[in-house]
């Protein structure tokens, strides 16, 4: 059965600080992974997405990071700003139409002051 | 549309009662996803609609649910005599629908549906 995972599922920082976001996965046949960020009542919002051959990709001050031998990829935010507070949703899709996503339980961050 | 939208953004409804979710996607994408979003929980696939295909309908936890696209447009989730358990957030994206698996989802700002 394909799953995401993710860790922790919860996280406070003080604004300024970096954070680590985990995910491992077990969908195959594996096409790409996606981070998704989704402010409190709003939808998710796709921030990277990486393919089997790309191990790094950034935005702004985030980065994501992807493993596809051990099948985990993290999501790096460096300095930490109030706006970061959300959570984060990890994505991983399989080769097949139709339902092809599998989505993480996700990781809600909160920065404080 | 700028973006994908719903109708409505909040919907308190008795037990028993049939409810309408509406999803209007970005104008020209052809790839329509209904999912589900409980308290706490993660994201739920319901539906997806590609073009003229036959939607996959796998995510659809019991037959009370249906959806229907319109016109390759517009797209209705229907709940039929809904229960406390069906409360959550029913989230809608929309995709170009040519890039395979995958392909970037852009998504509504959900409907908080309250089943009492």
């Known amino acids: 059965k394909n799953q995401v995972e993710q860790s922790p599922q919860s996280l406070i920082i003080l604004e300024g600080k970096n954070c680590t976001l985990q995910c491992n996965y077990t969908v195959s046949p594996f096409s790409n992974l996606r981070w998704y960020k989704q402010d409190t009542g709003r939808g998710p919002v796709s921030l990277t997405i990486m393919t089997f051959s790309e191990n790094t990709k950034s935005n702004g001050r985030y980065t994501a990071t992807l493993d596809a031998d051990t099948k985990q990829s993290s999501l790096h935010i460096t300095a930490s700003q109030l706006s970061d507070s959300a959570s984060y949703i990890c994505v991983v899709s399989a080769m097949h139409a139709g339902n092809m996503l599998t989505f993480g339980g996700g990781t809600r961050l909160m920065v404080k002051p | 549309g700028a973006g994908v939208s719903q109708s409505p953004s909040n919907k308190v409804t008795e037990k028993g009662k049939d409810v309408e979710l509406r999803c209007d996607p970005i104008s020209g994408h052809t790839a329509l996803y209904w999912y589900r979003q409980s308290l706490g929980q993660g994201l739920e696939f319901l539906i997806y609609f590609q073009g003229n295909s036959a939607p996959d309908k796998s995510g659809l936890p019991s037959d009370r649910f249906s959806a229907e696209r319109t016109g390759g447009s517009v797209s209705t989730l229907t709940i039929q005599r809904t229960q406390q358990e069906d409360s959550a957030v029913y989230l809608c994206?929309?995709?170009?629908?040519?890039?395979?698996?995958?392909?970037?989802?852009?998504f509504g700002p959900g409907t908080r549906l309250l089943v009492l």
């Open positions: 994206a929309s995709s170009l629908g040519v890039g395979g698996p995958g392909e970037t989802q852009y």
